[in-house]
Every structure is written in structure tokens, then in C-alpha cells.
């Protein structure tokens, strides 16, 4: 009886043995990948680092002769009109596979107030995406995406740069940010204040309806997605309200593509780009030089504005747009470099596109982000400041490039 308990005990030790060793072996494995990627992206951006200074030398001068810009003039002059239904129409007929509104139009001030004022005459569940959204009927039979504000604006985001619930902010942003840069790919957006009482009960559809409740003395919402639940609402504020940023919704046709460039969600799990240098010769083999491009540009905007999200993105007609951009503006301190893998990886970037950015040197950038409309309600100075300084990280990546091909 003792030497069979004594078997167990010994068999019973082995098997806690291997166990502990497959464990701390999958452990250590997983570290020495992490440290193999690290290394591998800290290589490329300790050398960028290292042009730093000289490229802001280089680029310390501004280029363009004027400040003055259309876009960010138009979007200051606005009229309130009773019948929006002719400024709708407008505002789809600027719509194609090259631009989502025309950053020279005139109305497009008028649009963002319309946006900002118009009534709102229906009330629904957006489901797509995976978190919160309003899909409001505005009186014109425009719709609008309405994202609620989550944070305040001060909140600094840590952990992953996926991390956290979407910024309204960073929505509101991005749009203004790809008129500056002459990519007008996103959704013309605004900050709107909203009534849950007032604006929503009443033309509520059924099923918005059930996610609406009172807590206290405000109501709050949950509405229907991903990550959905009853115990997490967002909420009116002390004045009853709920802010957030109103997006405009194209009515169009787009092609949801998967990114080359997706990240795995995973601890410890890397995708291909992150660990081989030669990736973006797999990429080459399968998508067209302009769509790279338009990925190329599309991580240069990422970058600028810390959206490290787009696992996916839209098409139109074939042509990459920038929507959904409401992981942006997580934290002002930290720079996610790997954002930027396309360019450096491939080292190509449109002549259009790095014409307009060597335009914004000088400080120029900063100027037209400080002079949009109440920038300072929903993005820190520190966020502003931390745009412009990525603008210099993305000039010392195309001079890393011209070193690397030895142009």
C-alpha cells in the first residue's frame, strides 16, 4: 500500500514537473520573440530617432508662403437655414472614390452646422462597429453617426494603443486633420450636445428605446453592440446632456478590406509585419501600387493622430478612406512608431502626399490645428503639441528611406 502511494506521489511530481517546464518554456518563448520584435522595430526607431535634430533643422523653415487656407476659412462661415434638404444634397454630390467633401466648398461650414443644429426627427441603434452608436435622422433626411463622449478630455489613455473606448475628439479631429492634409477621406464631423430626454425618447425606435433607462436623476444609454451592456452606459452629464461628435453617413457603396498591417490582439502573438523585415515584398505581390500608397498615406495619418486600430479599412470604388478614427488621441506622450511600419517598410510615398506634408513644416501645422473652431473642447494642447512633433518622425522616416535605398 505505501509503495503504490509512493508511485503516485512520484508519478504525480513528474507530471507537475513537465508541466511547470512546458509552461515556463511557452513563457520564455514568448518573451524571447517580444524582445526578437522590439529589437527589431527599436532598431529602425533608434536610426530615425538619431535624424531628429538634423531633420528639424532642415525643416525648421516654412515653406509656404501663407497661412491662409480655404478649408479652415470655410469651415468658420456658416448660415442657418430652415430647409437643409438642398445642403444634403449637396453634400452627396461631393461624394467619390477621391473625396468623402470638398474641402474648397463653401458649404462646408454650412454642412457642420447643420450637423451641429439641425432637429433630429429619428433615433436608432447603429450596430455596426463594436461599440456605442446613435444613428440619428436629421430634419432633411440626412442621417448622422452620433459618438458619445466617454472621457474627459484631459484622460490619458494607457496600455495598448487599441486601448480604451473611442474618443469622440479623435472622430472630430481626423476630419479637420485630413482636410490640413489635402485627404479629404473622412466624414465631416462635429461636436453636437444632445438630450436623451428631449432629443432621443421621443423619436426613439423600439429597440433603442430598451436601452435607455434613468439612473439617479439623468438618463443613460447602452445600446446595442460588441461590447454593449447595461453595466457600462454612457451617461448625461450635471446639465442633462450628452456630448459627442455627429458624423456625417456616406451613402455609398464601400468594399470592408482587411489590413496587411493588422495587429493579433494578443499578448505575445505577433502578426508578420512585426517580425520580418522583407514583409512588405508580400505585400507588393498582392495588392496594386496605389493601393499601397493609399495604405502608406493612410498610416501617416494613423500615425499623427495615434489611431493604431485600422485593422480593417473601407474602399470606395477601389480607393482607401479614413473612416472611423476614434482610437486616435490616446495618450500625447507616447509616439506607437509601429503605426508607421508601411512607410518604412516600403519606402515609397506619393509625390502629392509628401509635397503637402514638407508644406506644413515651420510650425505651419500646429498654426492650423490651434485655429479650428474650439479645437480646445475636445483635444488637449499636449495632443496638438504631440501631432506636430510626429509630423518631424514621419520627415526623419522618409529620410531614413532615402538613406536605406541610398536615393
Not at 522590439?38 to 515653406?63: F, G, N, Q
Request: some cysteine; glycine content about 4%; hydrophobic content about 40%.
Amino acid at each position: 500500500m505505501f509503495i503504490k502511494k509512493r508511485k503516485s506521489l512520484i508519478l504525480l511530481f513528474i507530471v507537475l514537473l513537465i508541466i511547470f517546464i512546458s509552461v515556463s518554456f511557452y513563457f520564455l518563448q514568448i518573451l524571447n520573440d517580444e524582445s526578437e520584435v522590439r529589437s527589431y522595430v527599436r532598431k529602425i526607431e533608434d536610426e530615425i530617432i538619431r535624424k531628429l535634430p538634423a531633420i528639424r533643422k532642415k525643416y525648421a523653415k516654412r515653406i509656404s508662403n501663407s497661412s491662409l487656407d480655404a478649408f479652415l476659412t470655410n469651415i468658420k462661415t456658416f448660415t442657418a437655414f430652415t430647409n437643409n434638404e438642398p445642403l444634403w444634397e449637396e453634400a452627396k454630390s461631393w461624394v467619390s472614390k477621391t473625396q468623402l467633401y470638398d474641402y474648397a466648398s463653401s458649404d462646408l461650414g454650412n454642412v457642420l452646422h447643420a450637423l451641429k443644429t439641425a432637429r433630429i426627427i429619428k433615433a436608432d441603434i447603429d450596430t455596426r462597429g463594436t461599440q456605442l452608436k446613435l444613428l440619428l435622422t436629421l430634419q432633411g433626411q440626412q442621417q448622422a453617426i452620433f459618438k458619445p463622449k466617454w472621457y474627459p478630455v484631459e484622460k490619458i489613455i494607457n496600455g495598448p494603443v487599441y486601448g480604451g473606448k473611442d474618443r469622440y475628439g479623435s472622430e472630430i479631429l481626423a476630419f479637420y486633420l485630413s482636410g490640413i492634409l489635402r485627404k479629404p477621406l473622412t466624414a465631416p464631423s462635429t461636436e453636437r450636445n444632445i438630450s436623451l430626454k428631449d432629443d432621443i425618447v421621443p423619436v426613439a425606435t423600439k429597440r433603442l428605446l430598451k436601452t435607455i433607462f434613468d439612473y439617479k436623476s439623468v438618463k443613460c444609454v447602452y445600446g446595442r453592440c460588441f461590447y454593449c451592456k447595461k453595466e457600462d452606459p454612457v451617461c448625461e452629464d450635471e446639465t442633462k446632456n450628452l456630448l459627442g461628435a455627429i458624423i456625417l453617413n456616406i451613402n455609398a457603396s464601400f468594399q470592408n478590406n482587411r489590413s496587411p498591417w493588422q495587429r493579433t490582439y494578443r499578448t505575445g502573438k505577433f502578426a508578420q509585419w512585426e517580425v520580418r523585415e522583407d514583409y512588405c515584398g508580400i505585400v507588393r505581390d498582392k495588392v496594386t501600387t496605389d493601393r499601397l500608397l493609399d495604405l502608406i498615406d493612410a498610416s501617416i495619418f494613423d500615425f499623427l493622430i495615434q489611431n493604431g486600430d485600422r485593422h480593417h479599412y473601407e474602399t470606395l470604388d477601389g480607393n482607401v478612406m479614413l473612416l472611423d478614427n476614434g482610437k486616435g488621441l490616446g495618450n500625447p506622450y507616447v509616439h506607437h512608431f509601429d503605426i508607421l511600419a508601411p512607410l518604412y517598410q516600403c519606402c515609397i510615398i506619393r509625390t502629392s502626399t509628401w509635397k503637402r506634408l514638407t508644406e506644413l513644416s515651420g510650425g505651419l501645422l500646429k498654426e492650423m490645428l490651434v485655429s479650428i473652431p474650439n479645437v480646445l473642447n475636445y483635444v488637449t494642447q499636449l495632443h496638438l503639441d504631440a501631432i506636430e512633433h510626429r509630423l518631424y518622425f514621419v520627415y526623419a522616416t522618409v529620410e531614413f528611406c532615402r538613406d536605406k535605398n541610398k536615393v
